[in-house]
């Protein structure tokens, strides 16, 4: 096992606390909210995760998962995952993930308001 992991798993271990987990568990919070309002805020019914770092949500009608997420990296130069690489019952959706700061995110909201999707 990759030894960044070995360490990071030591650590959540010997954290007994729970603040090392709590800590994380509200910086995801927080990134899925600014993610998912903003979303909202665009129109979009997306509905907020309860325990995961990745954000699912359909695609417009009109769109496959695959041509929808080529759109938005034309466009808007966001990267996303499309639903069909998960399996046939993945397409129609899109995947963001809750891995890069609150300030990213908002710009990538920015983004996908200024091409008016």
Same mark, same amino acid.
């Given at each position: ?7 990071? /798993? ?20 927080? #990134?899925?909210?600014?993610? %998912?309002? /903003? ?15 990745? %954000? ?7 769109? !496959? ?14 990267? %996303? !995952?499309?639903?069909? /690489?998960? /399996? ?6 899109? #995947? ?7 300030? #990213? ?13």
């Amino acid at each position: 096992i990759f030894q960044a992991i070995q360490c990071a /798993g030591i650590a959540a271990l010997n954290n007994s606390s729970g603040e090392l987990l709590g800590q994380l568990s509200s910086m995801y919070q927080e #990134r899925r909210d600014v993610l %998912v309002d /903003g979303l909202n805020s665009l129109g979009w019914k997306v509905t907020k995760p309860k325990a995961t770092f990745y %954000v699912w949500f359909s695609v417009p009608s009109g769109w !496959t998962s695959t041509s929808f997420s080529k759109l938005l990296l034309e466009k808007a130069n966001l990267i %996303v !995952t499309p639903g069909v /690489g998960f /399996g046939k019952n993945g397409e129609g959706y899109i #995947r963001m993930a809750l891995t890069v700061s609150k300030e #990213r995110i908002k710009e990538a909201i920015g983004r996908l308001k200024a091409i008016r999707i």
